[in-house]
């Protein structure tokens, strides 16, 4: 068969046949391995949309353990604060007692009135009164409340300050209208009354040893008296 045969040209040769073939079979391949990439990159985005879920899950449960962990850790700084403070306070209390003084009267003399007072004439003539010498004249001590109207902590040592507070004094009134405050440097722990220095620097956790300290004050005044 010659090259230039017009029969290889106008029948389709084995040759054409098998390139046919060929082809198609090519085309078949192609279209199956289309439809197997396809298929492949289905199933891929499927498990990529999978993963893509678990990661956000993964992801809230992250944030919300961030979160838990953040509670955990503000929790933890408020205890160990409140150990700190509750160290720091040691046996503070939020009322301690001082004595103060008050003026009674003895027993009524002969010489006043109901009133306990005395009438005079002025040099001008004008009749004036005047308290009897028997008014007054007695100092006693009693227990006096003192509430804790601020505090801080300064070169790690627990400070508080102090205010007087009677009911009737202060009843209704804010603590920062009450007078000046006061810290509570000697507080009573068992001294001998006669050690105490300063009565009104004396300051007791208890109203009981307070009245007790009053009352050996009230005595001592007494004794001065009768001396
Ligand atoms: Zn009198």
Redesign the pocket.
């Known amino acids: 068969m010659s090259y230039y045969d017009e029969d290889y040209y106008n029948e389709p040769s084995e040759f054409e046949q098998q390139v046919d073939a060929f082809k198609e079979s090519l085309l078949n391949a192609v279209k199956e391995e289309h439809k197997a990439e396809i298929e492949r990159l289905r199933k891929e985005n499927a498990e990529l949309q999978e993963v893509k879920q678990n990661l956000e899950s993964i992801k809230r449960e992250y944030n919300q353990k961030v979160a838990e962990l953040g509670i955990q850790k503000n929790n933890l700084k408020n205890e160990v604060r409140r150990e700190r403070l509750l160290e720091l306070m040691g046996d503070f209390k939020a009322e301690l007692f001082s004595p103060r003084t008050k003026w009674m009267s003895g027993p009524?003399?002969?010489?006043?009135d109901d009133k306990?007072r005395?009438p005079f004439l002025s040099p001008s003539g004008k009749e004036m009164v005047e308290d009897?010498?028997?008014?007054n004249n007695i100092l006693i001590y009693e227990p006096r409340t003192n509430i804790c109207s601020s505090f801080e902590v300064r070169n790690g040592k627990f400070m508080a300050w102090y205010k007087s507070y009677s009911v009737d004094r202060a009843d209704g009134m804010e603590l920062e209208s009450l007078g000046v405050s006061d810290v509570a440097k000697f507080i009573w722990a068992g001294e001998k009354f006669e050690d105490i220095k300063d009565y009104y620097k004396a300051y007791f956790k208890t109203e009981e040893d307070c009245q007790s300290y009053c009352d050996w004050l009230t005595d001592q005044e007494s004794n001065k008296v009768k001396s």
């Open positions: 009524k003399c002969n010489k006043c306990r005395i009897c010498s028997c008014k």
